[in-house]
Structures are given as structure tokens and as C-alpha cells.
């Protein structure tokens, strides 16, 4: 099974601010790539699939990039609505088992 | 637009089997290029795959979970459905149903999800 292992757990960050989170994999996942976004009490949301490709609909702020083993999301400049929680997951395996990283908490500094 | 929704019972009891449906609007189940799938998430905790399913009826579960787990789908209803046996506290959890874009023969990301279901393991 490929771990998924993100950092930091929380990221305390000023509205207008960039953030960046770090999603590493235990070998390489190509750029097998996707990354999610979870408000409290509502489903995860697909901001980006194939490492750096936005989702329909997704602002441009959103931008994800890296290949093999280690990945970045970044929010250029957080909005109100980014407060969040965001999981990485791996899509590399056959036969598949789709996982996830444990998440990284966006909250208000 | 594609929506999911979930139903089933909120509350099973331990060993017991749960059951839940994912009934797909908006689009048809019976189309290529996509699985349908279960995800769980225990309060508080993160995402598990659990398992997904062609409209052909061809399926992939999480090897932790396939001895327990068991998908279906039914094209005629546009709907596919999860039973899980010998349940536990451990299976107490948030299920999400989820489509599930191919790429290459496998299966990749989710999206859109439905809301989730709230299941509760108790006695």
C-alpha cells in the first residue's frame, strides 16, 4: 500500500496570504495525483487531478504541482471560503487501492 | 448537473450488515469512462476507499475491507449499493458514494460526492 503522509497537520495562515502544503508518497505515484478540499460537515470537493490540473470550476488561486513522490498545493492568496481541510490522494496502483493522506487543517492566524 | 445521494439506515448493530444505496441523478450510470464508489471517514479522522464498481458490474475493493464488503449496481434503477457484514464500532463512520473517473484501464480521482451518510454502530 502506498502511505500518504501530509504536512504540517495545521497551518495557521492570515486571509490574503499564500499557503502551501506538502503531500509526500511512501515510492512513486507518477503524477497520479489528487487533491481535495472539506468544509465541516460537507463532502470533500476535487480541486485538482493529475498534480496540477484545476477542476472544473476551481479558481485559478488553487495550483498543484509536483511528480514522483512529492506534491504542493498552493492558495495564492487565502480567501475567507479556503478555511479548510485538505487531503491529498494517490490514484498509482494496480491493481488499484485508491488512499489518502491523514490532511492538512488551513485555519485563520 | 451529476448528484449523488446516499440512503440507508443510520444506526446497525454490531455484527450485523449494513446496507446503503447511492442513487445517481442528473446523468447515467451506464456510461464509460467512470467507476462509482464508496469512501468512509470515521469522526474526526480522514478518508478511506472502500471500493467501486463498473456499470458492467466489474468491481475493486480495499484489500482491508474486500472480506466484508460487497458492491452492486443496477442500471435499470441508476443506483449502486454497498452491504457491509459483521460490522463494529470501528465501522462507525461518514459513507460517501462518489463517481470515480478512469484513466488508463484503472480508476483515479472522485468527483462529484454525494453528501454523506452518517452510520452509527451501536447496540
Known amino acids: 500500500e502506498i502511505v500518504m503522509t501530509q504536512s504540517p497537520a495545521t497551518l495557521s495562515v492570515s486571509p490574503g496570504e499564500r499557503a502551501t502544503l506538502s503531500c509526500r508518497a511512501s515510492q512513486s505515484v507518477s503524477s497520479n495525483l489528487a487533491w481535495y478540499q472539506q468544509k465541516p460537515g460537507q463532502a470533500p470537493r476535487l480541486l485538482i487531478y493529475?498534480?496540477?490540473t484545476r477542476a472544473t470550476g476551481i479558481p485559478a488561486r488553487f495550483s498543484g504541482s509536483g511528480s514522483g513522490t512529492e506534491f504542493t498545493l498552493t492558495i495564492s492568496s487565502l480567501q475567507s471560503e479556503d478555511f479548510a481541510v485538505y487531503y491529498c490522494q494517490q490514484y498509482n496502483n494496480w491493481p488499484p487501492l485508491l488512499t489518502f493522506g491523514g490532511g492538512t487543517k488551513v485555519e485563520i492566524k | 448537473q451529476l448528484q449523488l445521494q446516499e440512503s440507508g439506515p443510520g444506526l446497525v448493530k454490531p455484527s450485523e450488515t449494513l446496507s446503503l444505496t447511492c442513487t445517481v441523478s442528473g446523468g447515467s450510470i451506464s456510461i464509460s469512462s467512470y467507476h462509482w464508489g464508496w469512501i468512509r471517514q470515521p469522526p474526526g479522522k480522514g478518508l478511506e476507499w472502500i471500493g467501486s464498481i463498473y456499470y458492467s458490474g466489474s468491481t475493486y475493493y480495499n484489500p482491508s475491507l474486500q472480506s466484508r464488503a460487497t458492491i452492486s449496481v443496477d442500471t435499470s434503477k441508476n443506483h449502486f449499493s454497498l452491504r457491509m457484514t459483521s460490522v463494529t464500532a470501528a465501522d462507525t463512520a461518514v459513507y460517501y458514494c462518489?463517481?470515480?473517473?478512469?484513466?488508463?484501464?484503472?480508476?483515479?480521482?472522485?468527483?462529484?460526492w454525494g453528501q454523506g451518510t452518517l452510520v452509527t454502530v451501536s447496540s
Open positions: 462518489a463517481r470515480i473517473s478512469m484513466i488508463l484501464m484503472t480508476i483515479g480521482w472522485f468527483d462529484p
Open positions: 493529475g498534480a496540477s
